[in-house]
């Protein structure tokens, strides 16, 4: 995959802006070495969610000869940070950005892409969870807790079949991909409010 200088900035930033909305929502700000622990597990749960999440649909519209950079959107990133502090984020933190001939086949894989991608780490947030939950409390059962729990969200968030969301260009591509992969998010989801 080749990368801009801008969309590395704009990944960095949109990294950034999400380790500080999601740290408030899980810890509550403070100047704290709590709050620090919050940040590293936003930055290393939700950071890496995000980052393989657009990754994922830039590396499929590459692989259809599309040019693909990420954008930040700097209004909805603060925006994120503002709600995290009553206690609720919508996460919007840019797009991939796709120029180049696609079907509406292509579409929906480079849309499922992202999604799937949470669910694939979700999946191994909850085997990390398992097999560390012996460890009542530790750092290394938040981390793969809050990994399992975001992933497992933002598959969720991205598959709604409206709007400028994932969900509705893979239900315009195949109804029943599109059926799978929101049952397997669901799923996923429910067993973290379990």
Known sequence: MKFSKLEKEDLFKAWIALSIAFAILI???????????????????????F??????????????????????????????????????????????MITGRISKKQNGIISLAGPMMNIFLGVLYLIGAILVFSLENSLITQF????????????????????????????????GIYSVAMLLAIGLLMLALL
């Not at 810890?27 to 940040?39: E, I, N, P, Q, T």
């Not at 709007?163 to 195949?174: H, M």
């Open 51 to 96: 980052l393989l999440h657009e990754l994922s649909h830039k590396f499929f519209a590459q692989k259809f000869h599309c040019w693909a950079e990420f954008r930040a959107n700097t209004t909805m990133l603060m925006l994120a940070i503002l709600m995290s502090f009553l206690g609720f984020i919508l996460v919007a933190p840019g797009a991939v």
């Open 27 to 49: 810890k509550g700000f403070s100047l704290s070495l709590d709050f620090l622990v919050g940040m590293f597990l936003s930055a290393f749960t939700v950071g890496i969610a």
């Open 144 to 175: 793969f807790t809050y990994g399992y729990i975001i992933n497992a969200w933002l598959a969720v968030f991205n598959l709604l079949p409206f709007g400028i969301f994932d969900g509705k260009k893979v239900y315009a591509w195949n109804k």
